[in-house]
C-alpha cells in the first residue's frame, strides 16, 4: 500500500519504526547505563516524554536505551537529565520546554519521516 493511502495512526507507527531504527543502530550504548547490546536489544527511549509532543521524532530527545532504564526506570530520567545537561549545557531547560509542546504531525510529515529514515 502506498503512503499516501494508509491512515494518520499507520503513518505515525510505520514512521516511528523507521525512526526507532535509526536511533537504536547508530548508538549500541545505553545512553543512560552505557550498557552495550545489539541494536535489537535496545530501545529508542525519550528524555521528554510523550506521542504527542514536539520532540517524539527529535533526534536530540530520543536516544539508544536498555529495557533496564527505559521501561523499569521509567526512563532513567536523572541520569538521562544529566547527560542531556553535559551534551547540551544551558541550552538543556530550553530544550526541555521545546520538547514539551504538544504537536499533531501532520500526514506530509509523517510521510516525510517515513522516506527519511526508511532509507538511512
Known amino acids: 500500500m502506498k503512503l499516501e493511502k ?3 495512526r499507520s503513518l505515525k507507527k510505520l514512521a516511528w519504526k523507521y525512526f526507532s531504527e535509526h536511533i537504536r543502530k547508530n548508538s549500541p550504548k545505553c545512553f543512560t547505563c552505557d550498557i552495550i547490546k545489539p541494536y535489537k536489544e535496545l530501545q529508542a527511549g525519550h528524555w521528554r516524554h510523550g ?5 517524539f521524532f527529535d533526534e536530540r530527545n530520543v536516544h539508544s536505551q536498555c529495557p533496564k532504564c527505559n521501561t523499569y526506570l521509567s526512563g532513567n530520567l536523572g541520569e538521562y537529565t544529566l547527560r542531556m545537561t553535559k551534551i547540551y549545557g544551558n541550552k538543556t531547560e530550553q530544550m526541555w520546554k521545546e ?3 504538544d504537536h499533531n504531525f ?3 510529515e509523517l510521510i516525510l519521516l517515513i522516506r527519511k529514515y526508511k532509507n538511512v
Open 106 to 108: 501532520t500526514r506530509k
Open 6 to 8: 494508509k491512515d494518520q
Open 51 to 55: 506521542h504527542t509532543k514536539v520532540g
Open 99 to 101: 520538547f514539551s509542546k
